[in-house]
């Protein structure tokens, strides 16, 4: 199974959706653990990586692509 990839600043869909019912989240801070930003409500929560890459769905904006363009 290949990993992920991501990068800090990317838009991505989580599995399971935030309780205010989106599933966006922004990536804010990675290392260990990595602290992700709901795109809907603005709220923060700081999950182990290993949790983050089985529950994370898909990169739908990356800022690479942004600052290509």
């Not at 599995?15 to 205010?20: I, S, T, V």
Request: with cysteine; net charge positive.
């Amino acid at each position: 199974m290949e990993r992920k990839i991501f990068q800090l600043g990317d838009i991505v869909q989580m599995k399971k959706q935030h309780p205010c019912g989106s599933n966006e989240m922004e990536i804010i801070r990675m290392g260990m653990d990595i602290r992700i930003k709901c795109v809907g409500c603005k709220h923060s929560v700081l999950i182990p990586r290993a949790k983050f890459e089985k529950n994370m769905k898909k990169v739908l904006r990356s800022t690479e692509d942004l600052s290509e363009s």
